[in-house]
């Protein structure tokens, strides 16, 4: 059993930035992929990144390559998502996500644990 903890949300403006974190515990994530969702009021869940646990690759969404960066440190036991240039399309609450230890990579159904999110919200 793994817990997650997000952190780092908030109100910005559009263009700010916004690091969020996720801190687990009850188990090391060094074995599992880990990841990042988001919702949206009204809208459906959508993928946002993943590192898998060799670390060696990083997925994102398309539409957010460039802007956000996933990275973990096993050390802490805890993984970021760094959020840059923010509009307020990026308005939503975001999960982090982990899964089962070793697990294959699979971008949508591949998490076991969820956290509770934190809300991000973008004024314009």
């Known amino acids: 059993q793994v817990q997650l903890v997000e952190s780092g949300g908030g109100l910005v403006q559009a263009g700010d930035s916004l690091r969020l974190s996720c801190a687990a515990s009850g188990s090391t994530i060094s074995v599992r992929n880990m990841g990042w969702f988001r919702q949206a009021r009204g809208k459906e869940r959508e993928f946002v990144a993943a590192v898998t646990w060799r670390g060696d690759t990083t997925y994102y969404t398309d539409s957010l390559k460039g802007r956000f960066t996933m990275s973990r440190d096993n050390a802490k036991n805890t993984v970021y998502l760094q959020m840059n240039n923010l509009k307020p399309e990026d308005t939503a609450v975001y999960y982090c996500?982990?899964?089962?230890?070793?697990?294959?990579?699979?971008?949508?159904?591949?998490?076991?644990?969820w956290g509770q999110g934190t809300q991000v919200t973008v004024s314009s």
């Open positions: 996500v982990a899964s089962k230890p070793y697990a294959n990579y699979n971008r949508e159904r591949g998490y076991d644990y």
